[in-house]
Each structure stands twice: as structure tokens, then as C-alpha cells.
């Protein structure tokens, strides 16, 4: 410093001799060291001391002297206000702070424009100002309304350039707690001050809009941010480049970083007043990628991968849209190209984060291209971790950047997935992989790439051994969707195997449990055996049964029997054969891993081939286990779902399709058992503490209105105490679940033994497969017991579904299994909790709010696709195109859910859709004979269905307008919905069959049509040639086909028998034999296709037929008038009869054996009302 107050010295006596930029920097270099002791600290975030010594806003490479130890220990002391911190500077910086001052002013009075030999450019001058005003300040000294000139009306010269520089000075350092200039200028003053001059250099004035823009930005004046902003980024079409001189490469990448910081200020103030508008966010995420793309061009890491976080929080609530992501696609291209070409350039720096407060004197170390952009800022590096330029400190360093990264490439292949576009996805992950340094964080990529060459039909094994040092569960998850998204069987087997193979640990069982489940029903539905399929679903039970919880625990005995592996065709994963690892049940001996310095000499053994003992899945770990040893209800719940789809699987002509139905009705039972003896306790203590009263009191306390989820019950008296268990049908029929036990399943004590999301953590998947159980015992004759799984569908539906319109269906199905049982009080129960067959408002009110906004989302969506189109990175030379038609209406099409693809996992049951359960109600109230209702529901969830792209549920809802419209005597209107609803989806056979039988039956009914019978028969002779194909075709679902192909010849002897007696309507023309051959031949299908429904285990359906196939003869033998023919044809009429009554009977001593004594009397009388009807 010395040496350099010489020169001044010297230059002020003699003269500078024309270098004015050589005196300025002289003048600057003194005047910093010397103020430099007295600075104030940088404001910190984090409660940590403040750093020892910082750089000022004017710092320059070079003249800083070194800074005595006495002025060091002199600091100045920081005290914290509640609102900014107050800043005292010290009295011994006087002397200090008015040389300073003294060398500024000479400096400023020799520049000032009064010899224009002096002049200098404005880019010099600006840190001498700097300077100038941050004496000022801490001198205490306040700056007139000139701003650095005379006469604050002059406009010559460089005079007005010179009081808008001072004035974003001083609106820079009114609010750093050392003093506030009075009457400082505002941030609209400061606006006026930047348009009033003609700017000499382009890149200052670039660079000051810049720092207004913060600073507004600061001060929340976001009009003045914006506009501000949008001033900076004018240049981005003229440039910073003077005219006639040669390009300058360092100037052009200033200029690229001041468009970064300025596209990142406007996003920023975009954002914070988006006020919900997704145009004014769309608007944000396109200043943040010009700002990637400007920080590309600067060369510069740190600031594209800045500009990328902006650009990923603007973007994050709109990447789980499909349309949303379609229209990113194109921007995430061009992102991850910026980010891949400056971390090649600049991986030094990956890492590099200027270090707040740094005690490095200026030119002991290269600053970074960061500090310097803030120099020419004139910002203070040391408040970067307050304002990082921006507002917002997001630099976290090189990990979180490699998690963003791979984050954008998940984003981008979706995109891809989205639209079937999987080759230029496999590219997009190969550029990803090159990309990318060799961290986990590659290992989403590898995820994606396994994925889409899945798709594709190509080699993953590579790919996949990426994961071989993860867990259990993740190997397993990975070859499970390598499984999902492969297209030939034997690699969907294969990959299967190796999942459930992956899972070998304890905590994997229930992950285990369920690919078990999966891996059945891909089986199932991919025409493998079905014993195969049942040996999948089979094992999955064994893992249940042989997990290990508390409660179970403390009842098992400690002798354990062991089991023998079981033998056959097994339950592996690769019953076409044989899977060749051993399962957890029972391990091969293996030989033990040893040292060549532990062991040197050779072992036979290790290289004689073995036999080794495949055991296929689980050995029994307790053989008298019971159901009611069984008291964790998440246990009970998978064994419930299990058997369900055993009795789904095995179908209606296994032996053990009805025990597979008890099984799973018993299960449901333990969960009862275990929730309501469990509560006991817990409500016990509830009561003593008072929890119900304070709860109700709460409730009261709040004034809100009763939900509407919540009935208002007339509840049956209740007898014993509120955990008690129904003993009888009549009980279970009208059993409401106590508040208590309600109230007792969600408190912690309880553990596994309560019914609450926990414990049965896929509500919606249970409570389809107990509506598939009732269905089920419905039909083979066993409806009482449906009353307990009704009753449990209820509690679901209430107190973890959370729905009331589901939770009038389960009502309305109550409604039906109780009129079937003779229960006409249960019946009028029920009826009342479901309440009035209508619509609730809100719910109507909810779903048009959704569907209106889907459709104003996928209106904005395609406006911005084609206006981003047309506008995206013309820089990089990416092609532009005209939008076609063809892509916008595919893009219009896309719904909030995304595309489905058919699959073995059928519809997810997550969430509860409205339209679902108000189709499904519907059907329920046409049963029952509400027409209009049923209508007005149809209406809307036909609607919704349409607006959200569901082709199944629509499908559905078609197909029961037809069955209303038939109900209603419509018939040409039902023929039409059946076919709209086949045109709509390709769906499974049952939907045919649905659809098919009620064609016919309209076509039937529709007596205008004098060829009404004939058409039926044309039509059923068709579906039978169908069917006759498919079920040769599809061989593991005999028992489905057999039943559909049953019922439609049966079908055909009964169209015959009407059309023949509509030909010859009295009963001598019965006797013709034309006419009798072609009624025998009637009769020989009807025999024929309830013979195959009672080998099938329908029952019911074979009396049905057989009690019209008896009429049929009885006709015939009253029309006959010889005695013998006449005996013979009443002989065989009650042969039929006989047989319908036995199996009749064969159905009740079925159900009564299932029923207490005191129960059989009322469900006697119930069984036997399918035979009173054609009693002989």
C-alpha cells in the first residue's frame, strides 16, 4: 500500500499524462484497503459466527494491501435486530474512511467530464462509484440529489449514466443495517433513471437492468422485476458487441451470463405471481430453460444447472400428466443437452461453490468465472449464499445435480413410453448412460433402459446386472416390470421366476407374497394348466400361513413337526420345466467357501456331480395350525384374497371351488373374531379416560355439519357389549359396527388385530374380491353366509374408503341377499340406511368440477403445444414443424391417467372412481325394478367415463343402458347399446356372453317382429360357432366356456320349442311328426346343456332348464292320444321333474349343513323356492 500511495502521490503533483483508467485504479485499490477493515459482515442464513474478513462490492484482481493486525482485532461488532441487522461502525475508522473518501474524490473530480481528455468508459468508472457510494455510507455521510453529478438536470455527457449507476448503489446498500440514505430513490425512480440516457456501453447497461431486476426482485416489486427483466432480455437479439471490432468471446459470455440471471429474475417473479395459473407457469418454465440455454452458450455449469432446478420446480406438479409431459419433451431435450455440454466443459468446477466470506487476500487465487460475473455486478460475493444472484440458494453441489439429472432423464423416457415411442427413448437412455458419470445415480437410467428394451423384445441381461448389489426387493422389482413390459411368454416366465427367486430374506415375504399372486393370474389368463396357476396362489398362502407375528407367537406349541417337500407337478415358478433353485423351505447343501490357505488341497467332492432335492414352495412349519390360531388381520386379509382367486382360478366344476369359497368366508370371520376381541380392552380404557365423551364434545365444539358419509342409523338394540361377535343370521343381517370398535381399531394399542388402513393396506383390492366372494356364494346356494362379508364391506367402505355413494351399493346388495333369505326386516333395514335412490349433490358437483377441468387442462395444453412448437430453440437448430391434426386431437385424447395397457393385472382398484360405483348402483336399482334413478346415474357416469378415456367402465355403462332399456319394453334400443358397448371394448368373455344373451332376449321379446324367434336363433346358432372356437382355443377356462356354451344351446332348444309352437299353435299339430322331431330335437339340447351345467357345478341354471325341458314333455303327453306314447312322455316328465327336485334338495342339505338347527327352518323354506315354482 506503501508503494502505491507514492505513485498516487507522485501522479497528483505531476500529472497523470493521460492514463485516467491507470490513476482510477490506483485510487480504487487505496480507498478498498483502506475501508476493507470496516465492512460489514455478510447477513448469514444459518446461525454460525461471522466470517473474519469479506470482499467488498468493488473488489478488483488487483491492489489489495494487507490489513494490520491491530485493525483486525478492531473489527466491528454485529448486533441482530428482529427485523435486519443494525451494523455501528467503529469511531477508529474515522481517519481511515476520510482518506479513502479523499482518494474517490479526486478520482471522481478528475473524470467528471470537465476536460474530455480525462474521460474514461463507463465500464471503469462504475466500481469508482461503487466505492464512492459505500464510503459515503459508512462515513455517515448522505448523497445529494445530483447522484455523483452538479446539477442533477444536466444531460450532457456521461452524467446521466453516472446518477443511475449511483442510484442502484444506493437503493443496493439502503437495507444492509449501516445507514439509510434519506430520500433515497425508489425502484421506480431507478427505472426512470436506466431509460433516460443513450448508454455507451450495451453490456453495462445489460448488466445494470440485471441488478435493478434483482433488487426489485428483492423488495417484492414483481411488476418492476418483470419489466426489468424483460428490458435485459432485449439484448438477447441486438447483443453487447460494438459495431465494427472484433468479437469478443470474453464479452459475449458476460453477456450470456447477465441473460441467465435476468431469464432466471423473471421466472422467479412469474412464479411467485402465478396466483394457481398454469399459462403463467408454463410462461416461468420458458424463461428458466432461455436461461439454460443462455448459461450453454457462457459455458457456464453452475448456472445451467441452477437454471435446470428452477426450471424442475416450476415443472414438477405438471410431470405426472401425460399431456403435460408430452409437451416438456422437447425443452427436456434441449435441458439435459446444455447440462451434458458444460459439465464436459467445466467438471472442475461441478463441485466448486464460491466459499462465503473467504479470508483470501485479491490475487492469491484465480477467481471463478461465478465471482467475477458478480464483480461486474457489483454485488458483494459474500452475500451469494442470501441471494445467489436470484433469491434463492438451490446449488447444493455435484450429488443433488446427478440426482436432478437423472430425475429429467425418468421425466424424458416417460414422455417417450407415453406415446409408444420406444426407440427414441432407448436413445434418449443410451445418450443418458454416456452422459452421465459412473455413480448410482445411473442406475434410474438402467432402470429405464431395461424397460423399454423389454418393449422392444431385446437382451436385458446386461442391463440388469447393473442391480446386483442392491436388495432384495429392488432386483425383485426390476425383473417384475421387466415381466410386465416384455412380449413373449417364455421371457415373461422366465423373468417372473427370477423375481420371486430374488426374494429370499424374511422381510421380503409379503413383496414375495404377492408376485406369488400375480404370477398365478398371468399364468391364469396365459392359458397355462391350471394347476400350475393354483400351485402360485397356493405357495403364496404357505408364505402367510408360515409368517411368524406376535400374537401368534405366544400360542404356538415349541415342538414343531416338520414337513415333507411336497411332490408332482409342485408349486415353482416354472411348472413347463422345473424351476432349479431351492425356495426357503428346504435349502440344497452347499458346498463351504474356503481359502486356498485354509484348505490346499484338493476336494473330490467339490467336482463330482450331485443329485440335489428341488423343494418347491414352503414346508409347513405348523400342521395343526387352525384358522383361529390366526388373529393378525393383514394375514387374514391376503389368505382371503388368496383363496378367493383359487376359487376364481379352480372354477365352478372343481371339487374345491365351494371349499375354496368357505375357506375364504372363514377368514373373514377371523378377522371379526380377532378386531372385536381385541377392542375389548381398548374400549374398556377408552371409556375410563373419557375418550368417547371428549371425542363427541370435539365434534360438537366444531359446528360442523354431520358428513355425509356419516348415516344417520336407526341401530338395532344391541345386546351384550359392544365387542361382542352376532350369533345368529338375523343378527348379522342388521349388525351395525359400533362406534366403539370403530373408534378402538384406529388407537396403536390394538397393533395387527384391528381393521384400519394398516392392517388392510389395499382397501379398494379387498373390497373387490369380497364382492366377488358374495357373488359366489350367492350362486352356489350359500347366501347366509354372505351376511358377515357384507357387514365387513360396509365397515371398509365407511371408515377406510371413506365413501358413502359405495357404501349405499353395499346397502342395496344387503338389500338383495336378504329378500333372497326371507329377511323381510333386514331387507326394509338396509333400505332405509341406503336412503333415497338419488344422486348426492356433491358428489355430482365434485365430478362435472373434475371434468371440466380436465377439459380446460387439455384445451391449454394443446394451444401451448402448438405454441411451443413453433418457438422452441431456434438457437440449437432444432427443426421446426406444423402441427398436425392427427397429434392434436392424439393429444386431446390423452387423459389425466395416462394410457393402459391390457394386462394380466386387470383395473387398478386404488382409488374409488364415482363413475364405478354409480354404474354399479345403477345395475343394482334396475334389479330392483328403480328405473330413473338408475338412468340419471348411468347419464353421469357415462359422462365422466367419456371424459376420461375409461373404454371399460363406458363399455359397462352401455351395456346396462341396454339392460334398462330392455326392462322398459325398448328392445331395438337395447340391441343397439349391446353393440355400441361391443364396439367400445374388446372385453373378456363373460362381457360377450352378457352382452350377446341380452341381443337375444330382446330380439325375442320384441313381438312386432314377427320373425323375432327366427332372428334369436340366427343369432344364437353364431355365438355358439364363436364360442365353440374360443373355448378350443382357451383350455385352461373350460369351466367358463362350458358354462356359456351350455347355456346358449339350452338357449337354442328353448327358440326352437317357440318357434315351432308359434308355426303349429294347437296341440293336434303337436302330434305331427315334423313337429315332434323338431321339439325332441329342442329337448335333446336342453337335456344336453343342463347335463354339462350339473357336471360344471351349476346347479341352479341345470334345474332351471330341466324344469322347462319337463314342460316341454308334459305338453307333449297331454297332446298325444295313444295311451303308450302318452305314458312314455309322462314318464319322462317326471323323470326330469324327479331329477330337478333331488338336485334341488342336493342344494339345501348343502346349505343346511352349513346352518345351526335353529337357522334351517327360515333358509329351508328360501332353497326351496327354485323347485316350488315347477312342483309335479
Not at 442470501?386 to 414422455?415: H, N, P
Not at 370398535?741 to 384406529?746: D, F, M, N, Q, S
Not at 353395499?810 to 333369505?821: D, G, T, Y
Request: overall charge neutral; proline content about 5%; hydrophobic content about 40%.
Amino acid at each position: 500500500m506503501e508503494h502505491l500511495v507514492t505513485v498516487y502521490d507522485g501522479m497528483k503533483k505531476v500529472g497523470h499524462a493521460g492514463e485516467t483508467v491507470l490513476l482510477v485504479n490506483i485510487c480504487v485499490a487505496l480507498a478498498y484497503a483502506l475501508i476493507q477493515p470496516w465492512l460489514p459482515p455478510p447477513p448469514s442464513k444459518e446461525p454460525v459466527a461471522p466470517p473474519v474478513a469479506v470482499v467488498p462490492q468493488s473488489a478488483s484482481e488487483s491492489g489489495k494491501g494487507n490489513k494490520s493486525p491491530k485493525k483486525q482485532r478492531a473489527a466491528p461488532t454485529v448486533s441482530k435486530a428482529q427485523t435486519k441487522v443494525a451494523f455501528t461502525v467503529s469511531p477508529d475508522a474515522g481517519p481511515d474512511l476520510k482518506k479513502a473518501l479523499e482518494y474517490v474524490t479526486y478520482a471522481m473530480e478528475v473524470t467528471s467530464g470537465k476536460n474530455p481528455a480525462d474521460l474514461i468508459p463507463i465500464a471503469v468508472r462504475y466500481p469508482l462509484l461503487q466505492m464512492w457510494v459505500q464510503i459515503k455510507q459508512l462515513s455517515q455521510q448522505q448523497i445529494g440529489k445530483g447522484l455523483g453529478t452538479e446539477d442533477e438536470t444536466n444531460m450532457e455527457g456521461q452524467k446521466p449514466m453516472t446518477r443511475a449507476q449511483v442510484a442502484i448503489e444506493i437503493l443496493a446498500l439502503t437495507n444492509n443495517g449501516v445507514m439509510e440514505f434519506k430520500e433515497g430513490p425508489t425502484v421506480t425512480d431507478v427505472v426512470a433513471l436506466m431509460e433516460a440516457p443513450v448508454w455507451s456501453d450495451k453490456l453495462i447497461e445489460l448488466q445494470l437492468w440485471t441488478r435493478l431486476a434483482l433488487l426489485a426482485y428483492e423488495d417484492k416489486e414483481h411488476n418492476q422485476s418483470i419489466y426489468c427483466a424483460k428490458k435485459s432480455l432485449t439484448f438477447e437479439l441486438t447483443g453487447t458487441q460494438p459495431k465494427n471490432k472484433k468479437f469478443d468471446s470474453h464479452r459475449f459470455m458476460v453477456e450470456q451470463e447477465m441473460l441467465t440471471y435476468a431469464s432466471i429474475i423473471l421466472g422467479q417473479s412469474l412464479m411467485e405471481n402465478m396466483a394457481g395459473k398454469n399459462s403463467i407457469r408454463r410462461d416461468a418454465m420458458s424463461a428458466f430453460f432461455n436461461a439454460a440455454r443462455f448459461g450453454k452458450n457462457a459455458k457456464n455449469y453452475d448456472l445451467v444447472i441452477l437454471s435446470v432446478r428452477h426450471y424442475w420446480n416450476a415443472s414438477l406438479p405438471l410431470v405426472s400428466s401425460p399431456i403435460e409431459r408430452e409437451l416438456i419433451k422437447e425443452p427436456l431435450k434441449s435441458i439435459l443437452q446444455c447440462l451434458a455440454t458444460t459439465s464436459k466443459a467445466d467438471k472442475e468446477k461441478q463441485d466448486n461453490i464460491p466459499v462465503q466470506g473467504g479470508s483470501k487476500g485479491i490475487g492469491t487465487s484465480a477467481p471463478s468465472t461465478q465471482q467475477s460475473t458478480e464483480q461486474r455486478l457489483g454485488l458483494d460475493p459474500a452475500k451469494t449464499s442470501q441471494t445467489q444472484l436470484i433469491g434463492a440458494a438451490v446449488s447444493k453441489g455435484g450429488g443433488d445435480d446427478l440426482t436432478l439429472r437423472a430425475a429429467l432423464y425418468g421425466v424424458l423416457f416417460q414422455s417417450f413410453a407415453d406415446q409408444g415411442e420406444y426407440e427414441d427413448g432407448l436413445k434418449a437412455m443410451d445418450q443418458a448412460v454416456n452422459d452421465m458419470p459412473r455413480t448410482k445415480h445411473r442406475l434410474l437410467i438402467y432402470k429405464h433402459r431395461v424397460i423399454v428394451k423389454a418393449k422392444l423384445g431385446r437382451n436385458v441381461g446386461m442391463d440388469i446386472q447393473k442391480f446386483k448389489d442392491e436388495s432384495e426387493e429392488y432386483v425383485a422389482h426390476m425383473w417384475r416390470k421387466v415381466a410386465l413390459c416384455s412380449k413373449e411368454e417364455l421371457d415373461q416366465l422366465s423373468c417372473y421366476q427370477n423375481a420371486i427367486e430374488a426374494l429370499n430374506a424374511p422381510n421380503t415375504n409379503w413383496q414375495k407374497f404377492d408376485y406369488l399372486i400375480e404370477m398365478g393370474q398371468w399364468m391364469y389368463v396365459n392359458e397355462f394348466p391350471l394347476q400350475d396357476a393354483c400351485d402360485q396362489l397356493e405357495w403364496a398362502a404357505d408364505i402367510l400361513l408360515n409368517m411368524k407375528f406376535e400374537s401368534l407367537a405366544k400360542k404356538e406349541v415349541k415342538g414343531k413337526q416338520k414337513g415333507k417337500p411336497r411332490k408332482g407337478s409342485g408349486k415353482g415358478g416354472a411348472p413347463r420345466g422345473g424351476r432349479k433353485s431351492p425356495s426357503e423351505g428346504g435349502k440344497t447343501p452347499e458346498k463351504n467357501d474356503q481359502s486356498d490357505a485354509e484348505s490346499a488341497d484338493i476336494n473330490a467332492a467339490d467336482y463330482i456331480p450331485v443329485e440335489k432335492h428341488i423343494t418347491i414352495g414352503l414346508l409347513p412349519n405348523n400342521t395343526s395350525l387352525n384358522v383361529k390360531d390366526l388373529c393378525d388381520v393383514q394375514q387374514l386379509d391376503g389368505l382371503f384374497r388368496v383363496h378367493v382367486l383359487l376359487a376364481q382360478v379352480a372354477g365352478r366344476q372343481s371339487p374345491a371351488f365351494a371349499d375354496y369359497c368357505l375357506m375364504a368366508q372363514a377368514y373373514v370371520m377371523g378377522i371379526w373374531e380377532s378386531a372385536l376381541s381385541a377392542s375389548g380392552p381398548i374400549i374398556k380404557e377408552l371409556s375410563k379416560s373419557g375418550a368417547f365423551d371428549k371425542a363427541s364434545s370435539a365434534n360438537k365444539a366444531k359446528g360442523k355439519k354431520p358428513e355425509k358419509d356419516v348415516s344417520v342409523k336407526e341401530k338395532p338394540k344391541r345386546k351384550g357389549p359392544p365387542e361382542a361377535l352376532p350369533t345368529s343370521h338375523e343378527e348379522w343381517a342388521q349388525y351395525d359396527v359400533p362406534d366403539e370398535v370403530i373408534e378402538a381399531c384406529k388407537q396403536e394399542a390394538i397393533k395387527g388385530a384391528g381393521i384400519n388402513n394398516k392392517t388392510i393396506p389395499k382397501p379398494g383390492l379387498t373390497y373387490h374380491y369380497m364382492d366377488l366372494l358374495v357373488s359366489f356364494l350367492r350362486d352356489i346356494g350359500y347366501n347366509h353366509l354372505a351376511l358377515p362379508i357384507l357387514a365387513m364391506m360396509d365397515f371398509i367402505t365407511r371408515d377406510i374408503l371413506k365413501s358413502r355413494a359405495l357404501n349405499t351399493l353395499v346397502h342395496l346388495k344387503s338389500v338383495e341377499v336378504c329378500i333372497e333369505l326371507n329377511m323381510p326386516t333386514a331387507a326394509l333395514y338396509h333400505e332405509n340406511l341406503a336412503g333415497e335412490p338419488a344422486i348426492d349433490e356433491d358428489e355430482l358437483a365434485k365430478s362435472r368440477e373434475e371434468m371440466e377441468v380436465l377439459k380446460e387442462k387439455q384445451l391449454q395444453v394443446v394451444k401451448e403445444e402448438i405454441r411451443s412448437k413453433m418457438n422452441i430453440d431456434k438457437e440449437d437448430g432444432i427443426e421446426l414443424r406444423a402441427i398436425d391434426k392427427l397429434k392434436v386431437e392424439k393429444l386431446k385424447k390423452n387423459t389425466v391417467s395416462g394410457k393402459t395397457e391390457a394386462s394380466h393385472l386387470g383395473k387398478p382398484l386404488g382409488k374409488v372412481e364415482i363413475r364405478d360405483v354409480w354404474t354399479e348402483t345403477a345395475h343394482a336399482l334396475i334389479k330392483q325394478g328403480v328405473y330413473q334413478p338408475a338412468r340419471e346415474m348411468l347419464n353421469e357416469a357415462h359422462k365422466n367415463a367419456q371424459c376420461f378415456g375409461d373404454k371399460e367402465t363406458e363399455a359397462r355403462i352401455l351395456y346396462i343402458f341396454g339392460l334398462l332399456s330392455y326392462h322398459e319394453a325398448q328392445f331395438a334400443q337395447a340391441i343397439n347399446f349391446c353393440h355400441e358397448a361391443q364396439m367400445t371394448l374388446e372385453g373378456d368373455e363373460m362381457f360377450w356372453f352378457d352382452t350377446a344373451w341380452l341381443m337375444i332376449d330382446a330380439t325375442a321379446a320384441d313381438k312386432s317382429n314377427r320373425e323375432c324367434h327366427r332372428e334369436a336363433r340366427k343369432m344364437l346358432i353364431h355365438a355358439l360357432n364363436v364360442y365353440t372356437e374360443v373355448a378350443s382355443e382357451r383350455p385352461n377356462k373350460e369351466s367358463l366356456t362350458g358354462y356359456i356354451l351350455a347355456r346358449l344351446e339350452a338357449r337354442l332348444g328353448s327358440i326352437q320349442v317357440k318357434i315351432a309352437l308359434e308355426t303349429y299353435p294347437t296341440e293336434a299339430d303337436l302330434v305331427k311328426p315334423k313337429v315332434n322331431e323338431a321339439l325332441i330335437s329342442a329337448c335333446t339340447k336342453m337335456a344336453n346343456g343342463a347335463n354339462k351345467l350339473l357336471d360344471l357345478g351349476y346347479l341352479r341354471e341345470s334345474v332351471t332348464i330341466r324344469t322347462e325341458h319337463g314342460g316341454i314333455l308334459w305338453k307333449l303327453a297331454q297332446a298325444y292320444p295313444d295311451k303308450d306314447t302318452k305314458h312314455s312322455y309322462y314318464m319322462q316328465a317326471m323323470h326330469i321333474f324327479r331329477k330337478a327336485v333331488h338336485i334341488a334338495e342336493e342344494i339345501c342339505e348343502n346349505v343346511q349343513t352349513l346352518m345351526p338347527l335353529q337357522e334351517v327352518s327360515r333358509n329351508h323354506l328360501c332353497a326351496k323356492i327354485l323347485v316350488s315354482k315347477h312342483d309335479c
